[in-house]
């Protein structure tokens, strides 16, 4: 290379008018990035000096002795070490946030049949609501004392967030934003989000929410005892779904600022505050795994049925974790995205059923069809396990009587489901206080006809061709 030519690597992508940041790109990397040349150690973690007499922090995510394909850790170098924060103080409890789902729990409730939310309300013009003071909790399973389970939030907010940073202590947060971009600083740098992307903050690392444009919502799914990784492609093969290469991570970005911040802590779902006289965005270099990413959903690679039948919605699945049981994912992030849909022979909409799992769904842009609850940006619905549900009449109808040709679906749209292997219950926020609650309407399926009701000379016509008793002779 020329002397003062600049390296172009594939592996970062370029700013554009959505988003000023650039990124390094795959899933699960070793990555590395510093702000000043030089700054990352050679071949080692932890020198007796780093440049410019940085601090070396190390960082985990998973317990030290955890197999190479689920360790996760990270190396800062920064101005000042985390440990610099004044000591901790209780904040009061944000009564719309929960993080214990056990029965046990007196504000926490059981729904046996499918629930609704209309759009959450965004904060009021004379109130002042960061990303922190909006977080309303919806529903969820577990507790963060045992490192199991579940929690799913809205957030609701129209301020920036001024010198001001949190800290999750208790889980990983997938972050969906429905309406306003988020400008996020992370300690390892800044990241754009707008709807349709998602963001991963994992436990324990610091972040600031900014909003570009004003009042904004969106969706969280917290998780208390694992990470997210991709699903296995098992017969796929290399290629589908979410492309690890087309996952963002940050790259280093310090700022310095020895001014008055506040750093505010989740620990066991209770909120606890530090203050520190400097900014803790000082981060000069870092490299590791543990790190946080945002992906951009209409990326996905969609597959499906390409002769009949449907094919199980795992093929939709974003990003799974882990529960403690081998096989069964604590959480799987499926999506609903523009697609062709050519099967043919087959009831295309989904069939009725039963799951065992949890199912939550939200939409970020568009409409999702097929359904008479008010299902709009920012709403949200729910069905526990074995709760029966699948579309009304009119639907099965049409798609039962239909020209089946290959037709494109969820053009413009992009929905989303939190689907677990774990029973969920509800909030007092969920079930009272968004005052967005409205029971999904049985009568929907009333006048679900009982068509075989019309075949019965048919069927006694055809038992009698096969020599057997017809059905006036069956016991009632
Ligand atoms: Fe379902």
């Known amino acids: 290379m020329a002397p003062g030519a600049t390296a172009q690597t594939t592996f970062a992508t370029k700013p554009d008018e959505k988003d000023p940041y650039i990124y390094q790109v795959g899933f699960g990397n070793r990555f590395a990035s510093e702000a000043l040349p030089g ?49 901790f103080t209780r904040l009061p409890d944000n009564a719309d946030l929960e993080s214990n789902f056990l029965p046990s729990n007196p504000k926490v409730h059981v729904s046996p049949t499918q629930l609704a939310w209309h759009p959450f309300n965004l904060p009021s013009d004379n109130e002042r609501v960061d990303f922190v003071d909006g977080l309303h909790t919806l529903a969820g399973n577990g507790d963060p004392t045992l490192r199991e389970g579940i929690a799913i939030h809205v957030y609701t907010a129209n301020a920036s967030m001024e010198n001001k940073a949190f800290c999750n202590n208790d889980g990983d947060m997938l972050i969906l934003p429905q309406q306003g971009r988020l400008d996020v600083q992370t300690e390892f740098g800044k990241m754009m989000v707008r709807s349709g992307e ?134 799987d992030f499926l999506i609903f995205s523009p697609r062709w849909d050519v099967a043919s022979h087959t009831f295309r909409p989904p069939y009725y059923h039963r799951n065992s799992c949890t199912e939550f769904m939200g939409l970020l842009y568009g409409t999702y069809g097929g359904r008479s609850d008010g299902f709009e940006p920012g709403a949200a619905s729910y069905e526990t396990g074995f709760c029966p549900h ?15 040709k290959p037709m494109r679906i969820h053009e413009g749209t992009m929905a989303f489901m939190f689907e677990s292997s774990m029973m969920f219950t509800m909030t007092d926020f969920a079930m009272k206080r968004s005052g967005k609650l409205h029971m999904h309407e049985p009568k929907m399926w009333d006048n679900l006809k009982a068509h075989f009701m019309s075949h019965l000379d048919e069927v006694n016509a055809d038992l009698k061709a096969a020599g057997l008793p017809d059905l006036n002779s069956r016991s009632k």
Request: proline share 7%; charged share 20%.
């Open 390 to 404: 699948g579309v009304s009449y009119d639907e099965w109808k049409k798609a039962s009587e239909a020209d089946l």
């Open 39 to 87: 700054v990352l150690p050679y071949a080692q973690n932890s020198p007796q000096k780093v440049k410019y007499e940085l601090y070396a922090e190390g960082m985990t995510g998973s317990s030290f002795v955890a197999p190479r394909a689920e360790n996760q850790t990270a190396w800062l170098y920064r101005i000042r070490p985390s440990v610099a924060h004044q000591g």
């Open 198 to 331: 998602l963001l991963v903050i994992q436990r324990g690392m610091k972040f600031k929410v900014i909003l570009p444009d004003g009042p904004s919502r969106g969706y969280i799914q917290e998780i208390y005892g694992s990470h997210y990784q991709l699903p296995e492609l098992g017969p796929l093969g290399s290629h589908g779904l979410a492309n690890a290469r087309d996952f963002e991570t940050p790259v280093a970005h310090f700022d310095i600022d020895q001014s008055a911040w506040q750093i505010t802590y989740k620990v066991c779902g209770q909120l606890h505050a530090c203050s520190q006289e400097h900014t803790p965005f000082d981060v000069v270099a870092w490299h590791g795994n543990y790190v946080p990413y945002k992906y951009a959903l209409e990326k996905f690679t969609n597959v499906g049925s390409i002769s009949k039948d449907h094919i199980d919605p795992s093929i939709f699945c974003v990003l799974t974790a882990k529960s403690k049981a081998p096989g069964v994912p604590l959480c």
